[in-house]
């Protein structure tokens, strides 16, 4: 490996010095340049884009930003700095020292997890493909661009710890995370939503949104983790992960702000109107959310879980933010579910706290995606506007858990398949939903300019004002 080629790939794992890491990067790289030529962004590799890299963790370092072609881009490795005298937070070794080498009957399992997380990061990049076409305009393009290149980044970070913890079989999950593609029908991507192509920005704010977050509740859960560099290397990733969900917040923020434009120009909540306008009725932007949030969902796993309580008893995979519970060994503690009883209606089932932490986790993760109704309320309250953005039940159009296939109403209330059926297409997008959605994507890549089906952002990136020429195109 030339001196010049390690110093294309920032890091601080002390790379230089370490040849059989080097050694097996060096194999990996190229296949990751075939990879993101064939699979990432369709087009624009010639473009020049305003993009932040990862130079160092500390404040000033880990956003430098400047105008870099994608192929270009610097993919680093970082991990958060070491904590001194860091413990195991949680499970039966509790206040034990931390591991910097993975002890061998938990190898084949924290692998599992790594490769679990890592397969999600390039999965992403791959359903995104083809949105920088219809970009609504060149800041929305840059943003795309960026959250591209930070999931490249974290597919890196991941490969980083098969390299350096796993010898041989984590080289070759290395390979195999190229190799399994999104929607592929011989070699898919692990999770189900993964699978499912993004071919409208509506969707996409929505994952960015939702999905996003759904990466931020995982990485926190193996922020806590015991194998201290997978702890690390978490930590950093959700740095980066903040802005993906800004993207999401911000971009559904200015779909309803465009809508109550038009709602009060045109002084009318008729769908008809709106759409004849060019812009997207509220109710709509509620069946995409219920869609991406139900999906979403389904990534904690099953409600209750004999593999999370393992992972959580040999301090694998925590609770996020595990430092704000009481108790961080579990043993003796329960939780209460609700689950269908089968007959239309719904009981309660108390099962030991560590066979629930998927659903401790999803609980949180609620929580958090709550905050953003919250913010779009007050859009449409300032209007003088009725209507309300809420997040459905999570007993809703689940496929994983006790609620798989159980129909309910979006308010969780069990009802049967006819009545389910019979209001699917209020609840959910239809073809003729996305038919039009996808009908309003065409392309804004003039400086300053925007897709009428969306309003300005608010401020620009880094700084630079809102018709900054974001990307340069070839
Ligand atoms: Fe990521
Ligand atoms: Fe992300």
Redesign the pocket.
């Known amino acids: 490996m030339s001196l010049n080629y390690l110093d294309r790939i920032p890091n601080n794992v002390d790379l230089g010095a370490n040849r059989a890491l080097q050694r097996a990067l060096e194999h990996w790289q190229p296949e990751f340049m075939g990879w993101w030529h064939d699979l990432g962004p369709s087009d624009f590799q010639a473009a020049d884009v305003y993009l932040r890299t990862a130079t160092s963790v500390d404040s000033k370092g880990w956003a430098t930003y400047g105008f870099v072609r994608m192929p270009e881009y610097r993919w680093g490795i970082f991990l958060a700095e070491p904590e001194t005298d860091r413990r195991i937070g949680f499970g039966d070794n509790f206040g034990k020292e931390v591991w910097q080498q993975i002890p061998g009957e938990h190898r084949s399992t924290l692998r599992r997890l790594i490769v679990t997380q890592g397969d999600?990061?390039p999965a992403?990049v791959e359903q995104q493909r083809l949105l920088g076409h219809t970009a609504p305009s060149l800041y929305d393009l840059r943003n795309l661009f960026q959250v591209n290149v930070?999931?490249g980044r974290?597919l890196w970070a991941m490969v980083y710890l098969l390299h350096a913890y796993f010898g041989r079989d984590g080289r070759e999950e290395a390979e195999e995370l190229l190799e399994r593609h999104s929607g592929d029908a011989n070699k898919p991507r692990i999770l189900s939503t993964f699978n499912e192509p993004i071919r409208d920005w509506l969707s996409f704010f929505m994952f960015t949104y939702f999905t996003?977050r759904d990466?931020k509740f995982q990485l926190k859960s193996l922020a806590e983790s015991s194998f201290d560099p997978l702890s690390r290397t978490c930590k950093f990733?959700l740095t980066?992960?903040a802005h993906?969900m800004f993207v999401g917040d911000t971009g559904i923020s200015r779909v309803i702000k465009r809508t109550l434009e038009v709602m009060q120009e045109l002084n009318t909540d008729d769908p008809v109107a709106i759409r004849k306008a060019g812009a997207i009725e509220l109710p709509l932007v509620q069946k995409y959310l219920n869609f991406w949030f139900s999906s979403s969902l389904d990534l904690f796993g099953g409600d209750s879980s004999s593999n999370a309580a393992s992972y959580f008893a040999n301090g694998l995979k925590g609770r996020p933010d595990e430092a704000r519970f009481e108790d961080h060994v579990a043993a003796g503690l329960t939780f209460t579910l609700e689950l269908p009883d089968g007959q239309g209606g719904v009981t309660n089932e108390v099962i030991p706290m560590r066979n629930a932490i998927n659903e401790v986790t999803r609980d949180a993760y609620v929580k958090d995606c709550e905050l953003g109704m919250k913010r779009w309320n007050k859009l449409i309250e300032k209007t003088g506007h009725g209507f309300r953005m809420t997040l459905p039940s999570t007993r809703f159009r689940r496929t994983i858990g006790s609620w798989a296939n159980v129909p309910t109403d979006p308010a969780g209330n069990p009802i049967s398949r006819e009545e389910f059926d019979a209001h699917r297409d209020e609840w959910l997008p239809t073809e003729g939903d996305r038919a039009y959605i996808y009908s309003l994507m065409k392309g804004v890549l003039e400086r300053g300019k925007m897709a009428a089906w969306i309003a300005p952002p608010e401020r620009g990136i880094n700084n630079q004002p809102i018709d900054f020429e974001y990307v340069r195109l070839a």
Do not use: A, Q
């Open positions: 999600t990061e992403s930070e999931e974290h996003d990466g990733m980066e992960e993906h």
